[in-house]
C-alpha cells in the first residue's frame, strides 16, 4: 500500500495525533469523543491506547492493521479497537472519522477482539451528538448521550471485513502475496503445494492458523480489494474482471452473500456506482 510522504501537512497530522493520543489519556471522562480529517493515503503509525475505541467512518475508508489482521471499515460502518492493542490505520481515500473513546471498566462486558460492525441511524445520530462542540464540558445530555451510544454499540451487526492473518510466517507471505494480487480463481492444492503438505493438512491448518477456510479468507480478501475501488468510483464490471471473476453476476452473487447487499446499493444513495 502506497504510503504518503513526509509532506509539512503530514508531519503536521503527525504531531497532532501524538498531542490527541496524550489528550485521550489524560481524559477524565468515562467516554471521551473527538471527530478527525485525514487526506487520502496517510498513515498513523503503530500505536495504542489504553482506552478501548469506537471509531466511525463517516467518508471514506479505513483500514486498520495489527498482528491478528486487517479490518476495513467502508463509510457507514464502524469499529471496535480493544484497549491495549498496537494497530496502525492508513488511509484509502479522504477520511472524516468520528471516534469515542472508552475507559476500561465503564461496560460490564466489552468485546475483547477487532469488530467491524454495521452503523445503526441512532448510533450515526448519537457519535455525531457526542463529537458535537457543547457549551460545557459536562452536562447531564451530554451523559444520556455517551450512555445510549454504549449500549447501542454493543447491538451493533457485525459484518464481515475483518481478515485475519495466520501467524505461520510462510502461509502469512502466501496472503500477504494474494492481497498484492487477488484472483477468484485460487485454488488450495496449489497453496498446499507450496507449503509441501497434502490438500487436508493444508486445510486443517490454514483453519487453525486463521479461524475460517480459505476460501472464505479469499472471498473476504475480495471484498477488502473491491470496495475501496467501488467506493472511487470505479465500475462494478471493472472490479468485477480484474479480481478474476468470470461474470459481474458471479462477483454480486459472492458481494451480496458476504455484506448482505448488492455492490450498487451497499454505499449510501447517491455514491458513485455503475456498471
Known amino acids: 500500500m502506497t504510503k504518503m510522504r513526509q509532506t509539512p501537512v503530514a508531519s503536521q497530522l503527525a504531531e497532532l495525533h501524538v498531542e490527541r493520543l496524550a489528550a485521550i489519556e489524560a481524559a477524565s471522562e468515562p467516554v471521551y469523543a473527538i471527530p478527525s480529517e485525514y487526506p487520502a493515503g496517510y498513515h498513523v503509525k503503530p500505536h495504542s491506547h489504553s482506552r478501548a475505541q469506537f471509531v466511525y467512518a463517516r467518508a471514506g475508508v479505513v483500514m486498520v492493521s495489527s498482528v491478528q489482521g486487517r479490518w476495513m ?16 490505520v492508513d488511509m484509502l481515500g479522504e477520511v472524516s472519522m468520528l471516534s469515542a473513546y472508552v475507559l476500561p471498566d465503564v461496560l460490564s462486558d466489552p468485546p475483547s477482539a477487532i469488530r467491524v460492525v454495521a452503523v445503526s441511524d441512532l448510533a450515526r445520530a448519537l457519535i455525531i451528538e457526542a463529537v458535537a462542540p457543547v457549551a460545557e464540558a459536562k452536562t447531564g445530555r451530554q451523559e444520556l448521550v455517551m450512555a445510549l451510544l454504549l449500549e447501542e454499540v454493543l447491538r451493533l451487526p457485525d459484518r464481515p471485513l475483518g481478515l485475519p492473518f495466520p501467524s505461520d510466517q510462510r502461509l502469512a507471505n502466501l496472503c500477504r502475496g494474494f492481497l498484492d494480487n487477488p484472483s477468484a480463481r485460487l485454488v488450495i492444492d496449489d497453496w498446499a503445494e507450496r507449503l509441501a503438505m497434502s490438500r487436508r493438512a ?3 491448518f490454514f483453519r487453525k492458523e ?15 480489494t473491491a470496495l475501496p475501488r467501488l467506493a472511487g468510483g470505479e465500475t462494478v464490471t471493472a472490479v468485477a474482471l ?10 454480486t452473487t459472492m458481494f451480496r452473500r458476504m455484506l448482505g447487499a448488492a455492490p450498487r446499493s451497499y454505499f449510501k444513495p447517491g455514491e458513485p456506482f455503475s456498471s
Do not use: C, E, K
Request: no cysteine; charged share 10%.
Open 73 to 88: 471499515v467502508p463509510p457507514q460502518h464502524a469499529l471496535w479497537i480493544p484497549a491495549g492493542l498496537v494497530h496502525t
Open 210 to 224: 486463521t479461524g475460517i477456510s480459505l476460501s472464505t479468507w479469499r472471498q473476504q480478501a475480495a471484498v477488502f
Open 242 to 251: 480484474d479480481l478474476g471473476y468470470d461474470s459481474v453476476a458471479a462477483f
Open 202 to 204: 493444508f486445510t486443517r
